[in-house]
């Protein structure tokens, strides 16, 4: 088997493909051929994100406006995504949010509004794309579920409240362990679901942050920088490629190295 990674004639659903790191995996999934369906929010420019990707590489790719955390409209989202551009053969279960505040300013609201899409969401689109393919008996399906370094190490939280995540850090600690018990269960239909873990990525997520803070953090980061949003997207097309056949319920870090020390 030569070693490229072609991925033409799959279609790969990605949530909160539009912009930051889900922008980079659909970038890279479309440029390895794939037909590609964005699912996204609220965001005004999703469509023309799409439309360009679409030419740019010559592949089929639609935005679909979905709120992962409604389990009806994901499942009706993906029988649409389906009919219209698939079959679908991978999901990137990517899309996330996060509170930064001190845990002593949390309230249940922003409970619901962490575990609702990183915990609740990834587990609705996941459990979609996994009922087409049994109902289907299609075999191969591929599930890759960005989680976090945070599932495993918690930043310093005590310089700055920027870095207080308490939800987000245990959401993706359960997303990690998720993965574990879907990739487990599903054995069974031949799916495989795969967390992808990024450490500091330069996206909107991390602009939020005090320069110093930022500037501190990626002192400590052993390859001393934060990761450009395309840096994660190797990982996820060889999840979604037969050549990580043998690959389930896995993490993969990429961190530049942060779980060193
Ligand atoms: P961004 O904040 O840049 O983008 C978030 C994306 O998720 C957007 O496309 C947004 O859609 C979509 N989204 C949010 N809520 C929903 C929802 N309810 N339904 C559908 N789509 C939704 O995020 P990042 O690119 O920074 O992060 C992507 C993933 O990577 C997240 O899971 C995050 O936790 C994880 N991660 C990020 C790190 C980082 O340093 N940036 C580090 C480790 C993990 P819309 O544009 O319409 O709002």
Redesign the pocket.
Known sequence: MPFTIDLAKKCIVI????????YAFSRAVAQAGANIAV?????KD?EEVTEKLAKEFGVKAKAYK????DPDLVNRTFQQIDSEMGPITGLIA?????VPKPAFDLSYEDFRTVY???VF?VFNTARAAAKLWSEKQFKGGSIVI?????SQIINQSGLNESLAQVF?NSS?AAVSNLTKGLAAEWTKYDIRVNAL?????K????SRMDKKIRDFQASAIPLGR?AE?HEMAGQAILLLSEHSSYMTGGEYFIDGGQLIW
Do not use: H
């Open positions: 949530t909160g493909g539009n912009r930051g790191i889900g699912i996204y929010r609220s965001s999703a979905c709120d992962v955390s990517n899309a996330g949010v996060s609702d899409v990183n969401g960005t989680s976090s370094m945070s987000y993706k873990s990024p450490g500091y990525v996206t909107d997520q991390t934060f949003p």
